[in-house]
């Protein structure tokens, strides 16, 4: 079982930056994907971004590569959103998302959750 917590979320002016980070504690795969998702009432579930940790390939929506960047810490525990830029329009519940293998095309089929982290841009 895994457990997921993310932090970092706040208030930030448009133009701003924040870093998201989401801690992993428990048993994880050898191999797995991590994600980060946001979603606002309303509105379908958005992914932006997702790392295989085993040998550090990420993936980038569209409309995400060119202001945020997914990584992690050296013991793979935690993985991190770095977000610059940040307009209005990024304001969402943001959550991180972790599942055994491949990353995922969909994010039903991610296993384990956070609770997420509010992130508001005026």
């Known amino acids: 079982h895994v457990q997921l917590v993310e932090s970092g979320g706040g208030s930030v002016q448009a133009g701003g930056s924040l870093r998201l980070s989401c801690a992993a504690s428990g048993s994880s795969p050898t191999a797995y994907c991590v994600g980060w998702f946001r979603q606002v009432p309303g509105k379908e579930r958005e992914a932006i971004a997702a790392?295989?940790?085993?040998?550090?390939?990420?993936y980038y929506s569209d409309s995400s590569r060119d202001r945020f960047t997914i990584s992690q810490a050296d013991d793979k525990m935690t993985t991190f959103l770095q977000m610059d830029s940040l307009k209005p329009e990024d304001t969402a519940m943001y959550y991180c998302?972790?599942?055994?293998?491949?990353?995922?095309?969909?994010?039903?089929?991610?296993?384990?959750w956070g609770q997420g982290t509010q992130v508001t841009v005026s």
């Open positions: 998302a972790l599942t055994g293998g491949y990353c995922p095309s969909r994010w039903t089929e991610y296993s384990f």
């Open positions: 790392i295989d940790t085993d040998v550090g390939r990420t």
